[in-house]
């Protein structure tokens, strides 16, 4: 037996654009019952659940791709938890918490990430799928009988509980309080660790600065530190790595995995597999189809369930999630793919500014190769990629290259509006749909669902992906991408590295990578560029190194070890002062043992 998920996407849905094709083609419509009918009220479709056979046409109908049909198992229907309203976003199932550990969340954006902070931190009551008249607290602590949540709830039913959250959008910091860092732990610091926090998190320079005049690293680790300071129940953290470097990822991790050493109840949503598996004690997945539902699976130790989701695949509830198995190559690098044959050269470059000076020693890009840069923040990279990109002149050192090269920015911008495929369509300098083009590089982004969206109405991660897609659709030689995986989540950030570097390989073309996911680094490089220096003073970039040399060297800096994790293949970072990591610093084999 199964139930019906529809789901409508209510901004694509554009019934004034369209024939109404989901309505007039719908058999069960055709058969004398309504179950696709016009809204008066909304002027958008509206599926009846109930009476849908899930055949799916009116998703092949719809222009605009507005339309989710999916069957699930019957007995899903019980686990319910939430559901926002008629054709609207559902989660099943609730993730578990235990005191003293951290728990990570995983799974894809727009599954229902923060529809369980919401509900575990009290912010949104759950009404178990009943949105027209939603359930007293003593129906839901009912359904939560005999589950470890349950005093969960009464404590949020009865006022008791506090709940700390990190948000994941921290630039509306600056938004809500406007004053200095140091006004803002002097107003949230409950816990009195605000001085022991800001050493941990290096934050001594940013307590003067009013947060609208931060970067968003030091906001980042402000929200975190911040979030860290109150006296809470339960912690939780939404992507506290984005915009840090690795240096600071680690302190964060640090921070977040010292308030469950005193007792707290911990949950984190982090994209970055390297750190997620660094600070987390458990797993648990989340799966279903974005923006449509969501289905907490079972509790998993750290290493399996890192593993299950890049297979794709819950052997305890036998259910495959993806149709395809995420794989990482043994091999350290793959030099049969890149020529010898260099695209541009660049002699050694020096570029002062007023409280900064950055050295680069001469280097090459290679057909089909992706050069990754890597290091601190504040050390110069992004200004390199300008540099090589013309966008930075250099002071000392000339880039003679008449090669083409397209720049992806570090921060992106939405204030405008122009819809997606506008502005795929002059990055690509004519018609986008029906092309090559649109199947090798916008399909497996799945950008094309978001071709009437408008710019300034995408969230992050879709912003992302538009921009990186924007950048390859151009005719250049060189793709140089500042931060890719910023805002993607971890089956985006594999299919992103995996699609540029399979299209520099096949057609010939070079790229130019900075980025602070080490995974995400070690999957798409040939050859690294080390970065070194003080932040934000000065900094010094290596030549162009073979990835393994590159790689050990760069870890070496961390005082991080790599070994291979011996079912998926992927890298997995050694626990600290554990066996393997005093063996592979004894032996300065840093990355992966041999």
Known sequence: ?????????KENCQTKKC?????????????????????????????????CNGCGICVKVCPFDAITIVNLAEELKT???????????????????????????LGRNGIG??????????????????????????????????????????????????ASIKPQQVYNLAKVFDGTAKELFEKYDERGKAKELIQQLGLQNSLENRLADLSGGELQRIAVAVA?????????????????????????ARVIQDLAKIGKSVMVVEHDLTLLDYLSDFIEILYGEPAAYGIVASMLSTKVGINVFLDGYLPNENVRFRDIAFKFDAVNTIEEFVTIENIMTYPNLEKK???????????????????????????????????????????????????????????????????????????????????????????????????????????GGELQKVAIGACLLQKVDIYALDEPSAFLDVEDRIAVAKLI????????????????????????????????????????????????????????????????????????????????????????KFYYRN
């Open 79 to 105: 686990d319910k938890i939430h559901q926002y309203g008629q054709n609207a976003f559902r989660l099943y199932k609730i993730p578990s918490l235990k005191k003293g550990q951290v728990m990570g969340l």
């Open 1 to 9: 037996m199964t139930h019906r998920v529809a789901v409508l996407d």
């Open 353 to 459: 500014f007023a409280n900064f000076s950055l050295s680069i020693e001469a280097g090459r890009v290679r057909k089909s190769e992706v050069l990754g840069i890597v290091g601190a923040n504040a050390l110069g990279k992004t200004t390199m990629m300008k540099m090589i990109a013309g966008v930075e002149k250099p002071d000392s050192g000339n880039i003679e290259s008449k090669v083409k090269i397209a720049y992806k920015p570090q921060y992106l911008t939405n204030d405008y509006d122009v819809d997606v495929i506008t502005l795929l369509e002059k990055a690509h300098g004519g018609t986008i749909e029906e092309t090559p083009e649109e199947e090798i590089i916008v399909s497996p982004m799945k950008i094309k669902k978001l071709y009437n969206k408008s710019i300034k109405n995408l969230s």
């Open 113 to 162: 990430k923060s529809t369980v902070v919401g509900i575990l931190s009290g912010n949104l009551r759950p009404n178990l799928g009943n949105f027209a008249s939603p359930p007293e607290w003593s129906e839901i602590l009912k359904h939560f009988q005999g589950t470890e949540l349950k005093p969960h709830f009464e404590k949020i039913a009865n006022n008791e509980l506090k």
């Open 228 to 252: 860290a300071s109150r006296e809470s129940d339960f912690y939780f953290f939404d992507e506290p790595s984005s915009y840090n470097d690795v240096f600071q990822r680690i302190g964060v």
């Open 19 to 51: 024939g109404l094709e989901c309505i007039k083609y719908c058999p069960v419509n055709k058969m004398g019952s309504e179950c696709i009918v016009l809204n008066e009220e909304t002027a958008k479709a509206q599926i009846d659940e109930d009476i």
């Open 501 to 588: 570097q399979r299209y520099v390989r096949s057609y010939g073309k070079s790229a130019i990578i900075v980025d602070h996911d080490i995974q995400l680094m070690d999957l798409i490089s040939d050859s690294i560029v080390i970065f070194h220096g003080t932040p934000g003073r000065e900094g010094h970039a290596t030549t162009p190194k073979p990835k393994v040399e590159g790689m050990n060297e760069f870890l070496k800096s961390l005082e991080m070890t790599y070994r291979r994790d011996e079912t998926s293949m992927r890298p997995r970072v050694n626990k600290l002062e554990s066996r393997l990591d005093r063996e592979q610093k004894q032996s300065g």
